[in-house]
């Protein structure tokens, strides 16, 4: 059991995957931090000095030592902004690597060699055609 374990973890698509992962992990740290810290205060700006963090909807109000109960619709704006810019680029970066994939096999290679055979009969034609 051990022997399968080590062959299924030491193959190149499981080593690809976790690779894929930990990237994808930080890329997503990247991405929530350009759009905390970079786009919303932008877009917040442009709407008039709105903070997108603050947007709420207050269902309960706090009184004494009762919490605030509300719906923070800004914070799910924040996440659909993440998303979307994580699948664009994602996308673009897919769409990059197959179309250099495209290219690759696109790209002509040398014809094949004759087989012995045809490149022997090519010769005695050759040979016919001189006598």
């Known amino acids: 059991m051990l022997k399968e374990f080590k062959a299924f973890a030491f193959k190149g698509n499981v080593i690809d995957l976790a690779i894929g992962v930990i990237i994808g992990g930080a890329f ?15 877009i917040g700006v442009i709407l008039g000095g709105v903070s997108f963090t603050d947007l709420k909807y207050v269902i309960t109000p706090a009184s004494g030592d009762v919490a605030e109960v509300a719906i923070l619709y800004g914070s ?4 659909i902004v993440d998303f979307l810019i994580i699948a664009i680029s994602i996308f ?5 690597i197959t ?28 040979l016919l055609k001189t006598k």
Do not use: H, T, Y
Not at 28 to 33: A, E, T
Not at 100 to 125: C, F, G, H, T, W
């Open 92 to 96: 673009l970066f897919i769409k990059l």
């Open 76 to 79: 799910f704006i924040q996440s």
């Open 28 to 42: 997503g740290k990247i991405v929530s931090s350009l759009v905390n810290d970079v786009l919303m205060p932008a």
């Open 99 to 126: 179309s250099r994939k495209k290219k690759e096999a696109e790209a002509p290679s040398d014809p094949p060699a004759p087989a012995p055979d045809i490149v022997l009969l090519e010769e005695i034609r050759d």
